[in-house]
């Protein structure tokens, strides 16, 4: 089982960012009371009560103090049973982590941290409303490390707007020094809800260069393949097999159960979607209500999700689930498109399962869809 906790609020909005929270946190507290709530309302929401992984994302989780971290965690521990190996995952910002802080989490039982650095070159920073700064961005990870979290993450964002490849090369090289277990990778994309998103609807901002973009993603891959990094999944990058064993749950098509405003939760035949508004999930769990809706997944549904997720991955897709998954339907509709795009160079077949190319990543998106059943 695998549990996810949305903690809705940030500092300040990143420019870049479309996921729901608040700059204002005044309900705060309110707000990890009525999540420890849920928990308890949903616990049976999955069947079997051993939980393999918890993760805290957002939003900015590192924002919450010491008691409402350990609140929510004694609240699941009370409701679940958590496997004496779980990993416990939390999000945070380098601005949010000291000496102090970290040896707190570190004593509340987060044992993997994802660290939202994104550049460690200060005008990018700046450019994306990053609160932290470069020393910052370098210095948490040596903090946590010293604390005694050895498995980090850290995320990055390439195809940022520069004259040249060097900045990202340069970013690269960082990471590299940290010795961090996992990095995650983001091309920069332009969301309409977003402060970027209106920049470029005014053609304050130009688009994201496509071509650019695709070079940043193979010298990336390049330089972390060269440094011992896998790319087990388009985005995601681990040494000595490091996986995020959360995240892998969500491509693997794991049931989960999501927690908090926005979250998002899944059994294999439906999705539910928690409200993405702070003061309606308030008052709704002050009525011991889950303030969601509920999508029931057809055949095709299912097909396609795995088909979206399973291709990013070096798992790929195994051909026996998608047709069981469709009823049969998968090959049948299929066959020619395939066929298509293995002589494009987008993908293979091995083993029955289907995985994309180096050169098919670009595409992964495109190519899912393009193999979509009615």
């Known amino acids: 089982m695998h549990l996810y906790v949305h903690i809705p609020f940030c500092r300040q909005a990143c420019h870049y960012c479309d996921f729901h929270f608040s700059t204002n946190t005044k309900n705060k507290r309110a707000i990890v009371e009525a999540i420890a709530k849920e928990i308890i309302l949903r616990k049976s929401y999955l069947p079997g009560n051993e939980l393999e992984t918890i993760y805290f994302g957002g939003g900015t989780p590192s924002l919450l103090d010491t008691f409402e971290l350990n609140f929510l965690l004694e609240t699941i521990r009370t409701q679940f049973s958590v496997h004496p ?24 039982g987060i044992n993997r941290l994802s660290i939202g650095i994104q ?18 961005a370098g210095n948490c990870v040596r903090l946590a490390q010293d604390a005694g979290i050895t498995n980090i993450s850290i ?18 090289q960082k990471a590299f020094e940290l010795d961090v277990a996992h990095i995650s990778a983001y091309c920069l994309t332009i969301e309409p809800q977003t402060a970027f998103g209106s920049w470029l609807k005014k053609k304050q901002m130009k ?11 193979e010298i990336l891959t390049a330089g972390l393949a060269s440094n011992g990094y896998e790319q087990y999944e388009i985005s995601n990058f681990a040494r ?10 969500y491509w693997k ?6 927690v908090g405003p926005s979250a998002h939760s899944y059994n294999t035949v439906s999705r539910e ?12 769990l002050e009525q011991n209500k889950i303030p969601s809706t509920i999508e029931i997944l ?18 790929g897709c195994q051909l026996s689930i998608l047709n069981t998954l469709s009823n049969n339907q998968f090959e049948l509709q299929n066959r020619a498109e395939i066929s298509q795009m293995a002589q494009k160079g987008w993908l293979y077949t091995d083993n029955e399962t289907i995985l994309l190319t180096q050169a098919g990543k670009l595409f992964a998106d495109r190519v899912a869809s393009e193999l979509f059943i009615d």
């Open 273 to 284: 979607y928690n409200v993405s508004n702070n003061a309606q999930y308030l008052v709704a």
């Open 155 to 172: 995320d990055l964002i390439y195809a940022i707007p520069a004259p040249d490849h060097s900045i990202l090369e340069q970013d690269i």
């Open 298 to 315: 057809s055949a095709a549904d299912q097909t396609n999700e795995y088909l979206l997720t399973g291709l990013r991955t070096k798992w």
């Open 240 to 249: 000595n097999g490091q996986y995020s064993r959360h995240n892998s749950s």
């Open 119 to 136: 550049s460690f070159h200060e005008p990018h920073l700046k450019h994306l409303n990053r609160i932290h700064d470069a020393y910052e």
């Open 253 to 258: 098509q794991r049931s989960y159960l999501g």
């Open 85 to 108: 190996n779980a990993e416990i995952t939390l999000e945070a910002n380098p601005d949010d982590l000291n000496k102090e802080k970290l040896v707190q989490l570190h004593a509340a």
């Open 207 to 217: 688009p994201i260069d496509e071509e650019f973009a695709a070079r940043q993603f």
